[in-house]
């Protein structure tokens, strides 16, 4: 059973300060590191936004001049035969292409029923700024189209800073298990967040406990996704690198794009939508 909280029937007082305490410290993380990328919001400028009339184009910016450069998309949409025969899932491939067809990025989801799944992204280091965006881009125009209003992601721990500027945040859902006292919080914590062989280390977690009507919840999602990133910092702070190779040793993280998040999202994309000048060919 997937662990998301840990409760307390027995609350302690330090706790009550701990729960405000961690409502403060999520606040100023979304500040410090939600949509605070300026190469982000610089792409749905009018100046990096393709108006030409040949589809399947969009605009990202050249590193080392600063000029928008245009590139290729293919989108696919393929069906995929379940056990039981019924092919009524299709996943959908989303190919950014330069100018002699090398593939620079690449991202697929699912779509069944109207809903939509996480899958796979990835992109290459090059000179361009803007492939994880404009991959996002059109999976969430695609997610509006279908009338979605949250976007569900499993994502790489080593990728957890991109996901986070981009408005991907944990989903709340919580199942509880019981300890006696703030001991026993401080022992369990590591061992739901990150496992003991991670190479996590303990100065990077954070916990973070929210307060219900009778308990107080060890946010397990909030805890890990903040111990992630501290870690990833620390990496790419010490070692003076911009993109971490090597995974974080934990499991995958569970974010979701919802509410205010994505609602940022679409005033971004108000008038600057890519997807309609895509063709879709289906499989």
């Known amino acids: 059973m997937k662990v998301n909280s840990i409760s307390w029937k027995i609350l302690n007082p330090k706790l009550y300060k701990d729960c405000k305490e961690s409502e403060e410290y999520i606040k100023n993380f979304k500040a410090d590191n939600v949509f605070t990328s300026g190469s982000m919001e610089e792409l749905f400028t009018d100046t990096f936004t393709y108006n030409g009339n040949k589809p399947n184009k969009i605009l990202v910016k050249n590193k080392l001049t600063g000029e928008p450069v245009e590139l290729n998309v293919e989108y696919n949409i393929k069906p995929m035969l379940m056990q039981t025969g019924i092919n009524d899932k299709k996943i959908e491939e989303i190919f950014i292409l330069d100018n002699d067809g090398n593939e620079l990025g690449y991202k697929y989801f699912f779509v069944q029923n109207g809903q939509m799944y996480p899958g796979y992204m990835t992109a290459k280091e090059t000179n361009y700024i803007g492939l994880g965006t404009r ?19 499993i994502a790489l721990p080593k990728a957890i800073i991109y996901h986070v500027s981009r408005g991907f945040l944990p989903k709340d859902d919580y199942t509880n298990i019981k300890v006696k006292n703030h001991r026993d919080f401080v022992k369990l914590s590591p061992e739901y967040i990150y496992p003991k ?12 406990l929210k307060r219900g009507e009778e308990n107080i919840f060890l ?65």
Not at 226 to 241: D, E, G, H, P, W
């Open 135 to 153: 991959l996002d881009q059109l999976q969430i125009e695609r997610a509006l189209e279908l009338g979605l209003e949250c976007i569900n992601r």
């Open 197 to 208: 062989e991670s190479n996590i280390t303990t100065d990077s977690f954070v916990p973070i």
């Open 219 to 283: 946010d397990i999602a909030w805890s890990k996704l903040i111990t992630v990133y501290n870690a990833c910092k620390k990496i790419i702070t010490s070692q003076r690198i911009n993109r971490i190779q090597d995974d974080v040793v934990t499991s995958y993280l569970h974010l979701s794009l919802s509410g205010d998040e994505l609602n940022y999202w679409k005033s971004l994309i108000e008038g600057k939508r890519i997807l309609p000048n895509i063709i879709k060919n289906i499989f």
